[in-house]
């Protein structure tokens, strides 16, 4: 099969299709989608080589299993069931876990990937799968409900609209609250504006402008202490950006304040495919461009420019 | 009267008494304790000057109140009760509010202090003052209680066995949680035995060994870098130590293992006192030394030492 490798630099290669083994099915790629950490990876993040690649749409095509025939989205870790985290309902911190295109398994950039079954969720029939492909993302926006108490009553501060700042942002909407979501980048205020969310320049915020909980998606270090300026006293910041290398933070202030910093990572599939199956979010707008696979490598480049929103890949 | 003045030095002074204005009541101090925010404050902490001091048990002096000629303990915050915070329930973290001792208000190493009577409460028949006196810090161990919930099944780390982590830890064991209490000062451990908790020397614990919730109480930048790597995904950090400087945090971590970090003040006096008069925490072993009042400056340098738990004054 033809697969997008990485091995120091991107190119396509002929390389054998991925066998499945066990409880895995393979699966034919129809769309995939470049996300930040794809766009990491290719920089050395957790010195992966091999095919990335971890948001997708396919087709089971392994004959005569419950899901044959049927087009799925799939959870991209793939833990060993057996652990004491596995045992906690924490199986997306398995320790004995791969990681679609991210650890130890290869990814969805390709014309097939193997997947264990329990992994995969059949897309609703009404739901396309240009955005049944946002479902990973959208997950990761879900997981701070399942993470905190929001009180739809609450003053709301998101900043980053980027692919996940927009989801959140999203998010935040149907859950009632008063949100804000912030951006230094016009292109991106617009984008969210567009998109008829609450959106404002950064440089519009004021020193005495403070939420209950902030959101940091910025993707950037100055995140996590600019949220913190804007959190009133025992309020929440769920911390979604992943920066290179470690941060001073200021401490006391988390004390003092007795702030609540959470980290979040991987959500839930199942109602962000409710979400999107009943179009109580709509990613549509989200898409910059749409490439063929044999351009997956300028699609990489386009991926990467500070205007551009989410890249689809047709394969 | 006699006063403890912090002016850069320590000294006994004679000043005028204080004048209670408005709700305030004039309180006869009987006993107080030295706190290690006391220590931070003639280290120029918060850049206080004049009388320190804010753990206290006293009798109420000014006629005719109702807690007049009552024994009292008192909360050291006092807010507003007008602005969007103290509305809010959280008048604690009032940003008008002076503090006793500590902001903008005269502490309690004196014969007098005012304080306004919605912050008094007389101590139990059966309460002892000695045991009383330790009312406020016990208080801001049973914060964390008001803030997280902490299941009985898990297993707790609290770093630190000074002053705040012991009586952290004897709340800890009253919630009936598997906790372990670390120290790397064997005096610490050693103390933390005799009062029946449970506790080792910081050098036992191995890198496998994982926590649900930790506590740093260490009082030292270190803790909360040893905390994070003693927790399991999805567990939650309570910060209890302030530090002089901003410090390198691997945010990364947080992010990744969905970490929850909850900083910790002030706690509630009620459910202390609950506590403290049930005898279902006992401080009195904490005592290490009992100074009188014109020996305070030579109880700072004692509280200073690092195998001191707690210094106690006698007015």
Chains 1, 2 share one sequence.
Not at 161 to 169: N, Q, R
Request: include cysteine; charge should be negative.
């Amino acid at each position: 099969m033809k697969a997008l490798i990485f091995d120091g630099s991107l190119q396509i290669k002929e390389v054998p299709d991925p066998q499945p083994v066990g409880r895995e099915v393979l699966i034919k790629v129809l769309i995939s989608s470049v996300c930040n950490t794809d766009l990491e990876i290719i920089q050395g993040y957790m010195g992966f080589t091999g095919i990335p690649g971890h948001e997708f749409v396919g087709e089971v095509v392994t004959p005569g299993r419950p899901l044959t025939g049927r087009l799925v989205v799939g959870e991209i870790n793939c833990p060993c069931n057996n652990c004491y985290l596995c045992k906690t309902g924490r199986s997306t911190h398995c320790p004995n876990r791969s990681v679609l295109g991210i650890y130890q398994h290869a990814g969805v950039f390709a014309d097939f990937v193997v997947l264990p079954e329990e992994n995969l969720h059949p897309i609703p029939e009404n739901l396309d799968p240009q955005s049944a492909v946002f479902t990973e993302p959208l997950a990761a926006a879900v997981e701070i409900f399942d993470q905190l108490r929001v009180r739809p009553s609450e003053k709301v501060f998101i900043f980053g609209a980027g692919k996940l700042g927009l989801l959140i942002s999203q998010v935040f909407r149907l859950n009632g609250c008063d949100y804000q979501t912030y951006d230094p980048n016009l292109v991106k205020v617009n984008k969210a504006l567009e998109m008829g969310l609450n959106a404002l320049p950064l440089s519009s915020l004021t020193p005495s402008d403070k939420a209950e909980a902030c959101v940091d998606c910025t993707g950037k270090a100055i995140g996590i202490s600019t949220a913190m300026a804007h959190l009133y006293p025992r309020g929440c910041l769920v911390l979604k950006t992943t920066i290179a290398k470690p941060e001073n933070i200021d401490l006391n202030q988390i004390v003092i304040n007795e702030f609540t910093i959470a980290g979040s990572r991987c959500g839930p599939f199942k109602p962000a495919l409710n979400l999107l199956s009943q179009k109580l979010v709509n990613p549509n707008p989200m898409i910059t461009r749409i490439f063929k696979f044999h351009d997956i490598v300028e699609a990489f480049d386009y991926a990467a420019k500070p205007e551009t929103i989410k890249v689809l890949i047709e394969h």
